[in-house]
């Protein structure tokens, strides 16, 4: 005991109250440049597969994107300048691979094309996190909004019901010609709300109730709100048919109230209701009964003369892929239909980049998930902390849940591939989650720095 | 919380390591399964992504590819279609391909790795070559003559080079366009169904894959047994030989369609084609002398390719006495396919020597720099060349007194032998009319040409069909159009 002591004290070195972090502004600066090379590059190696040439876009995109990425840059450095380097550019260079992945896709659909809207709702996307990070000067502040975020999230993820349903599902509302997924900003506002109630309340959800065997269950008055807010949104996504968001909120929920508490028996209650659910809903609801089937023998179809299904046609892309890819612009991935430059954008990252180009991508999602974790380890008050590591896992269950779908390794369930896939509120709501990185790791860094933010 | 921060880092961790290790599976361990898999297009889009290389006849292409602009981009395109349709066979994007579209398919879709200039590095861009062409050994006018002389009439025609064994023409009767079944919409699956449907069978390639019994022409065969084993030794000596020939052992009397066959010479049976004599000639030569000469001229090889295989023509190895000397006349179970029957008239023009017949005289790459050439091909000796030679005799006897008069060429040597093959239970069916021969110009040193004509349905009244009458203008015709050519150098 008393050596143990002995060794925390002297590995824990007193406050340093005048060290300064380096800023590495400049680092990210340089990284951001790469982001929108390596963007320009994948653009022009399309044209130069496809048509022998240049695209003529090629200097307006590269130009763009640059301007956008550098604005974001300008305000990082104005308000955020002890934030972790590596955030903003990972989020330009998937967010520019995306535009490249769709642009490319839309050549094999003339009639349907979705890079200039994609590119449109990717410059809101990066207006918002500017504005996140000029505006919101401590992160703090949200958790003064806890119970606004609920309510505005509970009406996002029911607003889509008074609309009609699109491919099955209700998840989206049409306004002049552009569709919004509600649920997709209701993910960060869940996130903030899960850290702000669990950060207000994690004491009294960890040391007071009964205990039934080697679980301590907090009282129901501190637990009750919060597991209310989670079954309201997962049964609403559950009668929108959106079971892969419902599953993300609830791997939220488990791991928040995992950290908050300290408690691993709240991990296996959530495997144990996890697996419960997913038997019950595998088993009654016939859509998600289909796609396990689907799972277990992708090729069933295609033994039943009723050709390739998507899944079955995304396994095909990522084979024809193998190590190196086809390289952008020559491969087939459009066999795999509708849903190709959303819920299978990774098909054809897999098909055209190959397993070399696939593993990047795993590794930058990594690295963003990782930068997120790192900015709550680094992040000193209980809000924040829960606030970065919610969003970290967000993106990471989110990437998961998708590319573990499209690659056979668990049932496919819809959901957009952060940053790459087509869609505008993801696009949007990813661009939200960095800038709150960025806003939490900076006001880690800077107090480490000794410096408050206010 | 920290703790607890990490335990949740670590399994964000374990999640990518899960999807790095599941895309690995599924794109290095899964990837060759998923390639084969008959719900994977790839193949197919890849295949068709380029157009394909070309078919030539006589320098030129009989084949193209056409751009559809489709998912499946280029589709064959033919020129005279059904004329050449025996030899290219049909390239369909839904039905597969056939003959040479068939067996040289590695050349002409640009699959085949010889066509690469650097094989490694292919496999490691992933390019696909050009498509080669393949340049075949069919004479244009020859083909054409046989085409136009088949036209109305069920049969085929083959025509061959005797010294080497090139193809010259290679024509069935009715015929089809390999068109239509080239794309993969409802107009090619409309014309799979009638062609496959049609009673006539256009599609069945009748000079390679269709035997008949080759009746009177099959005495070239049993001739040229009988002078090698010894068994005549003067073709000009009578034969004692009655006429009705009573089948040994049995009742059965064989007769002559032709008078003057009593005791007739070998040289006078064969120019007036006397059933009898050769009947009685097989027995008197022997089942294992009768079977080791027509083995040797090529019946019962089920191996011979072209490159696409030959059916095989029969000569039956196992017969009493009666059933020799029925099937030393080409009856009984005796059965050839035109293209053997061009063998055996080649073999006597080229001194009893029998050369495999190819089709293929080159491949090569997109510029028309040559990737395979024909290689060197079987040669069999048939028969002494002395035996040739007598038999190169009887055979333009025919022509010029006999039965074959309708083959003889102005200014040119012709040789052949008719046939009247009698077929169906009880010989009900309309009898098949039979001409071989071979024909060599006055400036030729040797034969340029033999070629096999039979017709199933010559539309002349049942008495009158004859391989005379019938299928010796269609031969004549073939080799005529052969000797006007400037002799080609052999390959």
Same mark, same amino acid.
């Given at each position: ?16 109250? !005048? ?20 963007? !320009?590059?994948?653009?022009?190696? =399309? ?121 099955? @599902? ?29 950060? @207000? ?10 205990r039934i065997w080697k679980l301590q269950l907090p ?12 079954? =309201? ?25 995992? =950290? ?14 996890? !697996? ?35 899944? @079955? ?26 849903? !190709? ?114 | ?127 696909r070559n050009a498509g080669g062409d393949v340049v ?33 023409? *290679?024509? $069935? ?134 490159p696409f295989p030959v059916a095989r023509s029969t ?70 060349? $002395? ?8 055979? /333009? ?7 074959? /008069? ?18 169906? *239970? ?66």
């Amino acid at each position: 005991m008393s050596k143990a002591g002995i060794t925390v004290a002297t590995a824990d070195p007193p406050a340093p109250a !005048v060290r300064r972090l380096p800023r590495r502004r400049g680092i990210e600066l340089a990284l951001i440049v790469l982001a929108v090379l390596l963007s !320009v590059y994948g653009y022009c190696a =399309v044209g130069l597969a496809r048509h022998g040439a240049l695209p003529p876009g090629a200097a307006g995109y590269g130009a763009g994107l640059g301007v956008l990425a550098l604005l974001a840059h300008l305000a990082v450095r104005l308000r955020a300048p002890y934030a972790d380097p590596l955030l903003l550019p990972i989020g330009v260079l998937l967010n520019g691979l995306g535009l490249v992945l769709i642009y490319r896709l839309d050549l094999e659909t003339p009639g349907d094309r979705a890079a200039p809207a994609q590119l449109v709702w990717s410059t809101l996307g990066v207006a918002l996190f500017i504005l996140v990070v000029l505006l919101l000067r401590d992160h703090r502040v949200l958790q003064r909004y806890t119970y606004v975020c609920v309510v505005a999230a509970l009406i996002l993820l029911t607003l889509p019901i008074l609309f009609p349903a699109v491919n099955g @599902a209700r998840l989206w509302i049409r306004i002049a010609g552009f569709s919004i997924q509600p649920g997709e900003f209701a993910k960060v506002l869940l996130a903030v709300f899960f850290a702000a109630y669990l950060a @207000a309340n994690r004491n009294a959800l960890a040391y007071t109730g009964r205990r039934i065997w080697k679980l301590q269950l907090p009282t129901g008055r501190v637990l009750g709100p919060i597991v209310a807010v989670w079954l =309201v949104s997962v049964g609403v996504l559950v009668l929108e048919r959106d079971l892969g968001t419902s599953l993300l909120f609830f791997g939220l929920f488990v791991v928040l109230l995992y =950290v908050a508490t300290g408690r691993t028996g709240w991990i296996a209650v959530g495997l144990l209701l996890a !697996v419960l659910g997913a038997v019950a809903v595998g088993r009654l609801e016939p859509h998600v009964h289909s796609r396990i089937e689907t799972w277990l023998d992708p090729f069933a179809s295609i033994e039943a003369g009723e050709g390739a299904n998507q899944l @079955a046609q995304s396994l095909f892309a990522f084979a024809e892929g193998g190590m190196l890819g086809t390289g952008l612009g020559l491969g087939h991935s459009v066999l795999i239909g509708f849903a !190709v430059k959303s819920d299978f954008i990774l098909a054809t990252a897999g098909e055209e980049l190959g397993l070399a180009g696939i593993g990047a991508v795993f590794l930058l999602y990594g690295l963003l998930v990782e930068r997120g974790f790192r900015a709550g380890l680094a992040q000193r008050e209980p809000f924040g902390r829960l606030l970065a590591v919610g969003l970290a896992t967000l993106v990471a269950l989110q990437v998961f849940v998708i590319a573990g779908g499209v690659t056979g390794l668990i049932p496919l369930t819809g959901m957009a591939m952060p940053f790459l896939a087509q869609g505008g509120s993801s696009v949007v709501t990813n661009w939200a989650i960095v800038a709150l990185l960025v806003r939490v790791s900076d006001s880690a860094r800077r107090s480490y720095d000794g410096q408050d933010a206010r | 919380m920290t703790r607890h921060i990490r335990h949740a880092g670590y399994f964000c961790a374990l999640l990518l390591v899960a999807l790095l290790l599941n895309a690995a599976r599924v794109q290095v361990v899964q990837a060759p399964s998923y390639d084969r898999n008959p719900g994977n297009r790839r193949p197919d889009i890849t295949r068709y992504e380029q157009p394909r290389g070309d078919i030539l006849v006589g320098g030129r292409p009989v084949t193209g590819s056409r751009d559809t602009r489709e998912h499946l981009r280029y589709e064959r395109t033919y020129t005279d279609g059904p004329m050449y349709a025996p030899v290219t066979g049909f390239a369909s994007q839904l039905y597969g391909t056939t003959l040479l579209e068939n067996t040289e398919d590695g050349v002409l879709s640009g699959a085949d790795p010889m066509l690469a200039p650097f094989p490694l590095w292919n496999d490691f861009t992933r390019a696909r070559n050009a498509g080669g062409d393949v340049v075949t050994t069919l004479h244009p006018a020859a083909q054409e003559a046989a085409y136009r002389g088949l036209a109305g009439h069920k049969g085929a025609v083959a025509a061959l080079e005797p010294s080497t064994g090139r193809i010259l023409a *290679l024509v $069935s009767a009715p015929s089809y366009d390999p068109q239509p079944l080239s794309g993969n919409g409802s107009a090619a699956a409309r014309a799979w169904s009638r062609l496959t449907a049609d009673k006539d069978r256009p599609m069945l390639n009748r000079a390679v894959r269709q035997t008949y019994p080759p009746g009177s022409t099959f005495k070239v065969v049993t001739a040229a047994a009988a002078l090698d084993a010894g068994v005549v030794t003067d073709i000009e000596a009578p034969t004692d030989t009655p006429d009705p020939y009573p089948l040994p052992g049995t009742r059965t009397r064989l007769t002559n369609a032709s008078k003057g066959c009593a005791n007739a010479s070998v040289r006078e049976a064969f120019t007036f084609s006397c059933n009898t004599v050769f009947a009685k000639l097989g027995v008197e030569v022997g089942l294992a002398d009768m079977t080791a000469t027509a083995h040797a001229f090529g019946f019962g090889n089920g191996e011979l390719r072209v490159p696409f295989p030959v059916a095989r023509s029969t000569f039956d190895t196992s017969l009493d006495q009666a059933q020799l000397a029925l099937s030393s006349i080409g009856q009984y179970n005796t059965r050839a396919t035109p293209l053997q029957m061009a063998m055996v008239a080649a073999a006597v023009a080229n001194g009893g020597q029998v050369r495999d017949p190819y089709l293929v005289e080159r491949t090569t790459r997109p510029g028309g720099s040559t990737l395979a050439t024909a290689g060197s091909r079987a040669i069999r000796q048939a028969m002494y060349p $002395s035996t040739a030679v007598r038999l190169r005799a009887m055979m /333009r006897d025919v022509v010029e007194n006999g039965t074959g /008069r309708h083959a003889a060429i102005r200014g040119a040597k012709v040789g052949g032998k008719t046939g009247t093959a009698q077929h169906g *239970l009880g010989n009900s069916g309309t009898p098949y009319a039979w001409f071989v021969s071979w024909a060599q110009g006055d400036r030729d040193l040797a034969p340029r040409v033999a070629v096999a004509v039979v017709v199933e349905d010559a539309e002349t009244d049942r008495g009158h069909i004859s391989g005379g009458g019938d299928a010796a203008p269609i031969a004549r015709a073939v080799m005529e159009a052969v000797l006007k050519s400037p002799a080609q150098p052999s390959g």
